[in-house]
């Protein structure tokens, strides 16, 4: 190892990084979903052909949901820093791009979330209202628990798209593998830093992925088991 | 009682319309089992999806018990819905439960409380015969074993009605053979007045005591089933009761198609009409059962082409009091009754 290596890893530096990153990608993830999730749900109740069409408010939503999406994220990062500062009073730091990554990975989650419940048969959903339950319970014990191992599999999606998002914020004051690749790496001219923090970037995404699609398969009751 | 009144529904798309159901009347009275055949795409689905307003009927009432449905608010409405139990030729069962819990979820939407529910989820099982299934996902079951999955859980809010549409369309002949054994067991001792929609004539004619007929969407006749198949009315029926078999004949006689409603099967009936008739017939199609001494069931026969032989023949069937159409051709031409 070189001596930079050496002396990010004594002072701490290095740890820091891999534990900001992995805790901003999950608590940014936590509340994308608190968010996400009830809007993805409530795009896909409200569309046409859902459980309670509500056309008007599907399209609005909709067309918001596209146009998040459609801003690149380094762009929308520096938009919604004076947001940040509104809401937890700094645009700098990692509570504020826990703040940008919230506002990025919501639409990305409702998407994920709606396909995942716009898969849930409808032969399901009319068989729970043949039984009289109202949207409220087939929402929360129809569609939820018959797209889990959908949703699951959405989420291991997200995590790992929100962690690539995090790193792009190492350029804009956060904190975790991407500042480290860009400070210590990019601009002291050290590509080892730089490979560094790919690989640890790469083994964090690998461990989300297994456990991840683990939980998925063990949860799943589709398939045959003994 | 179920009661359809007029009912009219219409899909509309883009720019098309399509009429699935124009004026449909029926009534289907309590502890009946009800059948409704038709053809694919006849509209029998969406008549029976209809009877608990998963369909809004453009026009005209569905009333169940006396109460009108259109004019149920909603909770009214979902209240409602628990009388009606209903099952489907895909099963429909929440892949992500085991049986069991499949079978409490109607309680849940009811409200009750764990242990009852599965206390009667557990009764159910049983009385479907699925009782060691109980802790087994739909993934694990058999086709069959899914249908009483499905049936138990339509049984779980005790309802006073159950609609099955296609319910056995998905299985082979035995499983559907006990299905419907199951279903008749559940009328009788359960009380649970039936409408079974399906397209195949045998499970109308094993368990149905009145069926309607549904040809492009309207009913064509309603009526007791012994009655309907012995005198089918509409060129659909004819086709439906009438088996496949029969309609590609060479064209040199034609076709009568005799039922025998309770005769007396002592009687040697066709030699007795070969002899008597001097004039040979060929049998197409014979499907006859004895209970108790008395023959039931249907004959297809191809008389002889010469046309006074054919006539002696027919004399003979008016003289003896059986009833025949001819197969093929329009309308009836020697019901005697
Ligand atoms: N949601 C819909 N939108 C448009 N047309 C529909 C819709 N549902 C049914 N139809 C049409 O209405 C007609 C009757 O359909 P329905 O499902 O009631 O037939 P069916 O008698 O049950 O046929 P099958 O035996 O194949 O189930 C069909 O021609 C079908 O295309
Ligand atoms: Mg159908």
Known sequence: MSEILRKLWDSGVLQLGIWETVYMTLISAFFSYVIGLPLGVILCVTSKDGIHPVPVLNRILD???????????????????????????????????????????????????????????????????????????????????????????????????????????????????????????????????????????????????????????????????? | MIELRDICKVYRNKKQEFTALRNVSLTINDGEIFGIIGLSGAGKSTLVRCINYLERPDSGKVIIDGRELGSLKKKELLRLRRDIGMIFQGFNLLEQRTVLKNVCFPLEIAGAKRQDAEKKAAELLSLVGLADKAGSYPSQLSGGQKQRAAIARALASDPKYLLCDEATSALDPDTTRSILELMRRINKELGVTIVVITH??????????????MDNSIVTEVGAVSE?????????????????????????????RIVFDGEDSGTPFL???????????????????????????????????????????????????????????????????
């Not at chain 1, 068989?127 to 699951?152: C, D, N, W, Y």
């Not at chain 2, 195949?200 to 007929?213: G, L, P, T």
């Not at chain 2, 060929?282 to 297809?300: P, V």
Request: charged content about 20%; hydrophobic content about 50%.
């Open chain 1, 63 to 226: 067309l918001l949901v596209n146009i998040f999406r459609s801003i690149p994220f380094i762009i929308l990062m520096v938009a919604v820093l004076p947001a940040a500062k509104l809401i937890v009073g700094t645009s700098l730091g990692n509570r504020a791009m826990i703040v940008t990554l919230v506002l990025a990975a919501i639409p990305y989650v409702a998407r994920m979330t709606e396909s995942s419940v716009k898969e849930v048969d409808r032969g399901v959903i009319e068989a729970a209202q043949s039984m009289g339950a109202g949207e409220g319970r087939i929402i929360m014990r129809v569609l939820i628990p018959e797209a889990k191992t959908s949703l699951i599999v959405g989420a291991v999606i997200s995590l790992v798209t929100i962690l690539g998002y995090s790193a792009m914020a190492g350029t804009i004051g956060g904190g975790g593998l991407g500042m480290i690749a860009i400070t210590y790496g990019y601009q002291r001219f050290n590509n080892e830093v730089v490979w560094i923090c790919v690989a640890l970037t790469i083994i964090i995404v690998q461990v989300i992925q297994e456990t991840g699609m683990l939980i998925a398969r063990k949860t799943d009751r589709r398939m045959r088991q003994a």
């Open chain 2, 200 to 213: 195949e004539m045998k499970v109308i004619d094993s368990i149905c005591d009145r069926v309607a007929v």
């Open chain 2, 271 to 337: 030699s007795g009409m070969v002899l008597s008739c001097n004039a040979a017939v060929n049998i197409l199609h014979a499907q006859t059962k004895d209970i108790d001494g008395r023959a039931y069931g249907e004959m297809i026969l191809q008389l002889p082409a010469e046309k006074r032989s054919a006539g002696r023949i027919k004399e003979y069937l008016n003289a003896s009091g059986i009833r025949y159409t001819v197969t093929g051709g329009a309308g009836y031409v020697g019901d005697t009754a």
């Open chain 2, 228 to 256: 309907i198949f012995a005198r089918p009315q509409s060129d659909i029926a004819k086709k439906l009761i009438l088996p496949e078999v029969v309609t590609p004949v060479s064209g040199e006689g034609e076709c009568v």
